[in-house]
Antibody, heavy 120, light 108 residues
Framework: EVQLVETGGGLIQPGGSLRLSCAAS????????MSWVRQAPGKGLEWVSA???????YYADSVKGRFTISRDNSKNTLYLQMNSLRAEDTAVYYC??????????????WGQGTLVTVSS | AIRMTQSPSSFSASTGDRVTITCRAS??????LAWYQQKPGKAPKLLIY???TLQSGVPSRFSGSGSGTDFTLTISCLQSEDFATYYC??????????FGQGTKVEIK
C-alpha cells in the first residue's frame, strides 16, 4: 500500500528556516516524480516544487531561491528545505506522488499534510 | 504560467441532483486535466485524469469531459458523501502545474 507521511511542520518566525520530510512506503521515491503542494488556510491548492527521477528540480516562482527539494534514496524520503520564510508561506504542505505513466504532474497519492505557520 | 479558472466558486445542491462544474485553461492543454475532491481537513483525492478517465475506485456517477481549454466535471446523482470542494488541475508539459480556485458543493 502506498503511504506518504509528512513531518516537520510547526510555528516559525519570519525569516526562519524549516525542513519538511515526507517518508514514503509501498513504492520507491527515486523512481517516481515527487512534488510538494501547499494550501494556505481557507485557500486553494498551489504546486510548490517537484523533483524528477533524474534529479531535475522545479520550483514555483513564489518560492524559487528560498526552498530546496531533495530526496534521500536510502531513507526513501522526500524533503523540502524552506529558508527565509514569510507570512505568506503559512500553509498545510502536502507531498504528492506524480503518477508518471500518464503525467509527471498528475498526483495519484497524497500525504496527510503538515502545517507550517510563519508568525512572530 | 497556465491559468485555470473554475466556475462556479460554490453552489448549493440536493442529494440526487445532477451537478456540473466547469474548468477553463488559459491555453490549450490537450487532455492533461485532472479533477480532485477535497473534504475539510483531508488531503485531495484524485477522481479523474486525462480529462475523462476515472481513477480506480471512484464511483461511476463521476464523469469528466473536454479537451483543449474547456472541461467539465459531472456528478450524475449527488450523494451525501459528495459534498466537498472540487479542484481542476493541469499537468501539461513541465511545471508549474496549476489548480483552479476550487468549487465548493454545499448542501441545499
Amino acid at each position: 500500500e502506498v503511504q506518504l507521511v509528512e513531518t516537520g511542520g510547526g510555528l516559525i518566525q519570519p525569516g526562519g528556516s524549516l525542513r519538511l520530510s515526507c517518508a514514503a512506503s509501498g513504492f520507491t521515491v527515486s523512481s517516481n516524480y515527487m512534488s510538494w503542494v501547499r494550501q494556505a488556510p481557507g485557500k486553494g491548492l498551489e504546486w510548490v516544487s517537484a523533483i524528477y527521477t533524474g534529479g531535475s528540480t522545479y520550483y514555483a516562482d513564489s518560492v524559487k531561491g528560498r526552498f530546496t527539494i531533495s530526496r534521500d534514496n536510502s531513507k526513501n524520503t522526500l524533503y523540502l528545505q524552506m529558508n527565509s520564510l514569510r507570512a505568506e508561506d503559512t500553509a498545510v504542505y502536502y507531498c504528492a506522488r506524480g503518477q508518471g505513466r500518464s503525467g509527471w504532474g498528475l498526483f495519484d497519492h497524497w500525504g496527510q499534510g503538515t502545517l507550517v505557520t510563519v508568525s512572530s | 504560467a497556465i491559468r485555470m479558472t473554475q466556475s462556479p466558486s460554490s453552489f448549493s445542491a440536493s442529494t440526487g441532483d445532477r451537478v456540473t462544474i466547469t474548468c477553463r485553461a488559459s491555453q490549450g492543454i490537450s487532455s492533461y486535466l485532472a479533477w480532485y475532491q477535497q473534504k475539510p481537513g483531508k488531503a485531495p483525492k484524485l477522481l479523474i485524469y486525462a480529462a475523462s478517465t476515472l481513477q480506480s475506485g471512484v464511483p461511476s456517477r463521476f464523469s469528466g469531459s473536454g479537451s483543449g481549454t474547456d472541461f467539465t466535471l459531472t456528478i450524475s446523482c449527488l450523494q451525501s458523501e459528495d459534498f466537498a470542494t472540487y479542484y481542476c488541475q493541469h499537468y501539461y508539459s513541465y511545471p508549474p502545474w496549476t489548480f483552479g480556485q476550487g468549487t465548493k458543493v454545499e448542501i441545499k
